[in-house]
């Protein structure tokens, strides 16, 4: 029962920080967020929430997601609908994604603090 529990809460545990991340800022400041985080094309950090994935775009814009995000042969980003959720790009160039894609948006990201 103890190994049980034990095992329970470093899994919980690792879940929770596997998708956690951090970025140094313009400034040169450490900034973390719950999900991954990049850096638009004037070094502002933006982050998605936990288990979504964040892009740089073709403009330097940084667009997210709720699952992990790919670009695709047109240039367009598209993330998983599913957070936590992967996404790939298959041997034509589409993006594929756990449970389906959707497009990317800014409205999934925060900037970081």
């Given at each position: 029962?103890?190994?049980?529990?034990?095992?329970l809460i470093?899994?919980l545990?690792?879940?929770?920080?596997?998708?956690?991340?951090?970025?140094?800022?313009?400034a040169?400041?450490?900034?973390?967020?719950k999900?991954?985080?990049?850096?638009d094309?004037?070094?502002?950090?933006?982050?998605?929430?936990?288990?979504?994935?964040?892009?740089?775009?073709?403009?330097?814009?940084?667009?997210?997601?709720k699952?992990?995000?790919?670009?695709?042969?047109l240039?367009?980003?598209?993330?998983?609908?599913?957070?936590g959720?992967?996404?790939?790009?298959?041997?034509?160039?589409?993006?594929?994604?756990l449970?389906?894609?959707?497009?990317?948006?800014?409205?999934?990201?925060?900037?970081a603090?």
């Amino acid at each position: 029962m103890i190994i049980r529990t034990t095992l329970l809460i470093s899994a919980l545990i690792f879940t929770h920080h596997a998708y956690a991340d951090c970025f140094t800022n313009q400034a040169g400041k450490v900034v973390c967020g719950k999900g991954h985080c990049e850096s638009d094309q004037y070094g502002k950090v933006y982050c998605a929430d936990a288990g979504g994935g964040a892009v740089r775009n073709s403009k330097g814009k940084v667009v997210c997601g709720k699952g992990d995000c790919a670009i695709d042969g047109l240039q367009k980003v598209w993330c998983s609908t599913e957070v936590g959720g992967g996404a790939a790009i298959n041997s034509i160039g589409k993006v594929v994604c756990l449970n389906g894609c959707e497009e990317a948006s800014i409205e999934y990201c925060h900037e970081a603090q």
